[in-house]
Every structure is written in structure tokens, then in C-alpha cells.
């Protein structure tokens, strides 16, 4: 048996958590394994769906999270489109008070692009 350590990327700094998907082209181990090399970038699985990898991050900040996906991910090469999903709050961030909303417009260009921009509410 192995007894493991892990930091809570939110307890040391890094407050926004991020699941990218990627669509991708070409040789999905070879783009994964690139990317498995930057250092917000948690863990890589190459999935069958919508995206070809799932990419899960740490950021300090909305602002890294943007610079993250614009510098470093769309410029990777064989990475064809990719769509950002920020989490809503934990339950324990809500009993805190802490809020982890990123700026879905900044992400994805397009207003009203869904959590948090707009919640429709059937009234």
C-alpha cells in the first residue's frame, strides 16, 4: 500500500479550476503528451465524444486561465478547436463566501455563452 499526499490547488493559491476539451488532429498520444508537459495542466485523458482530450487545469487567477488557454493551448500544434468548462463553486466555497466565477465571455468571445453570463429561470 502507497499513502499519497495531495495539495488543494486552492489552499495554496491557485484559485480557479478549469476541464478544457480539445478537438485535436493527428496523433492524439504524441498531442497529449506534449501538453501533459505544461505545468497548469493537471492531468490529460484522451476520450472518445465530443472532445478527443480532456484537459484538467489549475490557475491562479481568471486572467491565467485566459492566458493559459490563448498562449499556450490553441497554440499548440494538432489542437483544432477547444471549449473551457469552469466548475460553479463548491459547496464549500459557498459557505465561505469565496466565488470561483470566471468570465465565460473573455473565454469564449460569445455573450450569453451560458454559466454564469445567463440562467434562465422559466418566468
Do not use: K
Request: charged fraction near 20%; glycine fraction near 12%; charge should be negative.
Amino acid at each position: 500500500m502507497q499513502v499519497v499526499a495531495v495539495t488543494d490547488p486552492l489552499s495554496v493559491g491557485f484559485t480557479v479550476q478549469a476541464m478544457i476539451g480539445v478537438s485535436a488532429e493527428g496523433d492524439l498520444r504524441a498531442l497529449g503528451a506534449t501538453l501533459g508537459e505544461v505545468p497548469e495542466i493537471d492531468y490529460v485523458v484522451i476520450a472518445s465524444g465530443r472532445y478527443d482530450l480532456l484537459l484538467e487545469v489549475v490557475c491562479e487567477d481568471s486572467t491565467h486561465l485566459f492566458d493559459l488557454v490563448n498562449d499556450v493551448i490553441r497554440a499548440t500544434p494538432g489542437v483544432r478547436s477547444r471549449g473551457v468548462h469552469v466548475p460553479g463553486p463548491r459547496e464549500a466555497d459557498l459557505h465561505l463566501g469565496n466565488s470561483l466565477a470566471v468570465d465565460p465571455i473573455r473565454l469564449t468571445g460569445r455573450a450569453g455563452s451560458g454559466w454564469p453570463a445567463r440562467r434562465r429561470t422559466g418566468r
